[in-house]
């Protein structure tokens, strides 16, 4: 029997609730304006640039390979056999600090942020910390 109650098929086990969830999400997508949605996402890496551009021989790029990732990411890199600081480090205070930030799995060389899923407010806290953590270099 479906491990949910009052399921629409038995085969697929979905109930009227996801369905309507479904529903909710496909309509909220199809109704967003795509165009705003992407100038804020650019408006959030330009925001954290912005701030960690002023540490000494830091450099930033947006990346945005719509092939596979249609978001834009920051790209944040700097001299750290100069600074003493490689971005594993940089990353373990990030994700240990106050309040915890988690870049990019793939922050090997450099940085790589993405912003998507980001709230008003919350690229002005990554961007401090970052700014925060490259400063101690």
Known sequence: SSPNSDSVCRISKVNKEEIVGMLVAL?????R??????????????????YVKGVSGVKTETI????????PHLHVSW?????????????KELR????????SPNSREELIIAVWM???GDS???ARRIRECLETA
């Open 27 to 31: 309509e909220m997508y199809v109704n």
């Open 33 to 50: 304006d795509h165009e705003a949605v992407w100038r804020e996402w650019e408006a959030r890496c330009d925001r954290i640039a912005g």
């Open 64 to 71: 945005a390979k719509k092939l596979y990732s249609a978001v």
């Open 79 to 91: 001299d750290y056999a100069a600074s003493g600081k490689k971005p594993a480090n940089v990353v």
């Open 96 to 103: 240990e600090g106050k309040p915890s930030i988690e870049v």
């Open 118 to 120: 980001l709230q008003p």
């Open 124 to 126: 002005t806290i990554v």
